[in-house]
């Protein structure tokens, strides 16, 4: 069975512009599917879509299922308790969804208690475990700090480590690491690896780096203007791009490693 299945799906804000148009897209257990496209194209909303964490105008048509069930048709309280549980989502900037009263600790230990988490002892070990495999050498410091008292990037691995606790079956990522540098960045990209090898989980990862989506994912999907141009195996579609977009959006990075290129030894 598909964990995701997305049919024919559509969403305007305003009634009248489609934001997605029209999208069709199956993520099968264990698959690493990225989204890639320029800014405006719908990705986010896709992506919102699939938690069902649209705004309340909205409207959506045609078929959007989560481990087979419609999530138009979910009741709220049933899509909460899948989310961080089954399904994770890393927004791109998740230091906006922390309280900024309360102890990263504090908030980590309460995440992980009302998903379920009995024993506090477990609970804090999984806290440290994950923040180290998150290269947050300190463990302790970071649980002790409110969100003011980090950088923005540690924040943001506070906020994966969380999405990757619970081992979901579907982890949704927004640009999840264009905040940190590049050697964290590349340590996030191996720890999904590490999760999808582990556990099974599937990832949709929504990223302007195409290089990360060829080197990490299964397949990639192209968004221009909410419509999913190009979707296909990832080694293929970097090496056979089909859409003048994709081909495009493959040139761009070229010029811009011939551009350091010229740079760096000009
Ligand atoms: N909450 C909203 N209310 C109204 N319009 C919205 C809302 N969110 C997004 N849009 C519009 O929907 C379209 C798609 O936006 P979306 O954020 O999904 O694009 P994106 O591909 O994620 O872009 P980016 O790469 O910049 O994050 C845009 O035209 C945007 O202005
Ligand atoms: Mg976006």
Do not use: W
């Amino acid at each position: 069975m598909d964990i995701l299945t997305i049919d024919n799906y559509s969403v305007s804000y305003d009634g009248q512009r489609s934001a997605v148009d029209g999208v069709s897209l199956s993520v099968s257990r264990g698959e690493i599917v990225s989204i890639v496209g320029e800014s405006g194209s719908g990705k986010s909303t896709l992506l919102h879509g699939m938690l069902g964490l649209l705004p309340k105008g909205a409207a959506t048509r045609g078929r959007l299922a989560l481990f087979g069930r419609e999530i138009s048709e979910m009741p709220a309280g049933e899509r909460r308790a899948l989310c961080g549980s089954r399904v994770s989502m890393i927004f791109q900037d998740t230091g906006r969804y922390m309280n900024p009263i309360a102890r990263i600790g504090a908030q980590y230990d309460e995440f992980l208690r009302i998903h379920g988490m009995r024993d506090g002892a477990a609970r804090r070990d999984l806290q440290r475990e994950m923040l180290l495999k998150l290269h947050l050498t300190d463990p302790e410091r970071v649980l002790r700090a409110y969100p003011f008292e980090l950088s923005g990037g540690m924040r943001q691995r506070v906020g994966i480590a969380m999405a990757m606790s619970l081992k979901p079956e579907l982890l949704l990522a927004d640009e999840p690491t264009s905040a940190l540098d590049v050697t964290v960045q590349a340590q996030v990209i191996r720890q999904m690896l590490e999760l999808r090898e582990s556990t099974g989980t599937a990832i949709v990862l929504v990223t302007h780096n195409i290089g990360v989506a060829a080197y990490l994912s299964d397949r990639i999907g192209v968004m221009q203007r909410g419509r999913l141009v190009e979707l296909g195996d990832s080694q293929e579609l970097i090496e056979h791009p089909k859409h003048p977009y994709t081909r495009g959006l493959l040139e761009a990075v070229v010029e811009i490693d011939d551009e350091r290129l010229i740079a760096n030894h000009g």
